[in-house]
């Protein structure tokens, strides 16, 4: 029996989580790459390439906002999977309430003050130069607006992952992305009598595909026979051990984040330095390689859920088959990947603009993101089980060293020192994954996240 569940068992239960978050993920990401398909090829070519890097510029601030909403949460998720395997659902609901009026005061309210308050300023200060300011002002401004509803529905998909319940979300994601793409193409082209918008468009419909999968989110989570419910007529108080556990595993996945994010935004700004063609078909490159998170996200989910169940159920060498499965289901995907980017780069950039100058440059990119994929999986997969056992720290470790150090580091060598242009940036990206995947990989074999405990 005990080879069946080795293998026959745990690769049903991985697939039972990671199936619906890859298809959520992969549909999401996909989704994702026609919005800036449709807006890079709107209006004139200088106005195609503002409108690509009046999203990329948006995302650098969107990104910090959900890094640290998916940090916070990351301790949600390991809480809820802890509670799950040790048979302590009762305390499930409190978490839930916990991570949801925690991310809207400390992280929601602060951000959107920032966006809305300062929009030019933070605009420019990510780089923006004044064509891209012109073109994406308000796409920014409506993006801030729908950031609350945005943030919410990170809370609750985290919680439902805690569960191993990932069909819902699966659910309501693809459809609130499906109503996204159509009300791209009606508000920023003019369609079927509806102004024509350009970016600002593409923002009202994203705010509002956020706004319904809200609704559709909270009503699932107040249905008594949810797999996550709360119950409004509970009243809430703040528990200690919750917040403990939070701090003790949030603090450090969110100080990982923000070195993330303050090492992308340096390097953005290198990137954005080298002018607007250059940043657009970086912003093209990082949509693509967006599309290769999914089989790692999926899988480090998966890995996360799962670790974190099997250390409430006091089994450590289950904890570990289940990550060592995830890790090398993903990195076959990523393979699989590495090829499509590296045989059909140009045709895929090609899908988002005309320019050849942007094509050319994305397709010598694409091949060098090709080599990124195993590393860049098997890290992301390995890291996922060790924060679902609420070991966040190394994470924060590697992260610190590999992108604020030597990605940073090595993309102004060989950006400024070698004058290898966009493309010696993202060596410097290769190179920091590489490291990260040795970094991961080790902490992992060493098995100390096996024992760290929660309240």
Known sequence: MEVLHSKKSIRNEISK??????????????????????????????????GIAAVGITNQLMFIGLSLVQALNTGATAM????????????????????????????????????????IPVMKFLGAHSDTISVGSNYFRIIMMGFVFQALNFSIVASLRGAGETKTPMKINIASNLLNVVGNAVLIYGLFGAPELGAT?????????????????????????????????????????????????????????????????????????????????????????????????????????????????????????????CARTGSLFAFIMAGVFFFLGGQIAGL??????????????????????????????????????????????????????????????FVKGLGMGLFGAWLAIFIDQFFRWIMIGHRFRTDNWKYITIR
């Not at 940043?279 to 790692?296: D, E, K, M, R, W």
């Open 17 to 50: 989580i990671a199936g619906p978050v890859f298809i959520e993920l992969l549909l999401g990401t996909l989704f994702g790459m026609v919005d800036m398909m449709m807006l890079g090829n709107y209006g004139s070519p200088s106005i195609q390439a503002a």
């Open 80 to 119: 809820i999977a802890r509670y799950i395997g040790s048979n302590r659902t009762d305390r499930i609901e409190s978490v839930v309430k916990h991570i949801m009026i925690l991310t809207q005061v400390l992280l929601v309210v602060p951000i959107i003050i920032l966006g809305l308050g300062f929009t």
């Open 201 to 325: 468009g593409a923002a009202i419909s994203t705010a509002c595909s956020h706004l319904i999968a809200s609704f559709f989110f909270l009503s699932y989570i107040l249905k008594k026979d949810s797999t996550i419910h709360i119950d409004l007529k509970h009243r809430f108080k703040f528990h200690g051990d919750t917040i403990y556990n939070l701090i003790k595993i949030g603090v450090p996945a969110s100080l990982e984040q923000i070195a993330m994010r303050v090492g992308i935004l340096i390097f953005t700004r290198l990137i954005a330095s080298l002018g607007t063609v250059a940043y657009a078909t970086h912003q093209i490159a990082v949509n693509i390689l967006s599309l290769s998170f999914t089989p790692g996200q999926a899988f480090g989910i998966a890995a996360s859920t799962l670790s974190g169940r099997s250390l409430g159920q006091d089994d450590p060498d289950l904890a570990e088959k289940y990550v060592k499965r």
């Open 352 to 413: 988002y603009t005309k320019n050849q100058d942007v094509i050319n440059e994305a397709a010598s990119v694409l091949r060098l993101i090709a080599f990124i994929q195993p590393f860049q999986s098997y890290q992301l997969i390995l890291a996922g089980g060790l924060r679902g056992a609420g070991d966040t720290v190394w994470p924060l470790i590697s992260t610190f060293i590999g992108i604020l150090l030597i990605r940073v580091g090595l993309a102004f060598y």
